[in-house]
């Protein structure tokens, strides 16, 4: 089996990092390592924060809390607003 990438879950607007726990769950049962499944959490609810803002945000998270480098690959799960944040991060 070839290797897999780390998968990161985004979730959408007026929703939490919780609503993919489910999915996580699903992705290690399935044989994902636990630590190559990443939920990643924002605020939303709130005009003081931009996708542009969140995105720079999920960068830094990547880079910490996941220990993924700049040119690290990996699979991404979104939902609604997280596929504006994905997009901005890769604009970026």
Known sequence: ?????????????????????PWRTALIAAGHPASDVHLCEYKTLTNEVTIK????????????????????????????TGMLVIRSWLAA
Not at 3 to 20: K, N
Not at 53 to 80: M, Y
Request: net charge negative.
């Open 53 to 80: 803002d969140i995105a720079e945000g999920f960068d830094r998270a990547l880079r910490i809390q996941t220990a993924l480098g700049a040119d690290a690959e990996f699979d991404a799960v979104v939902h609604s």
């Open 1 to 21: 089996m070839p290797a897999q990438r780390p998968i990161v879950l985004i979730h959408g607007y007026s929703d939490f990092a919780t609503s993919f726990k």
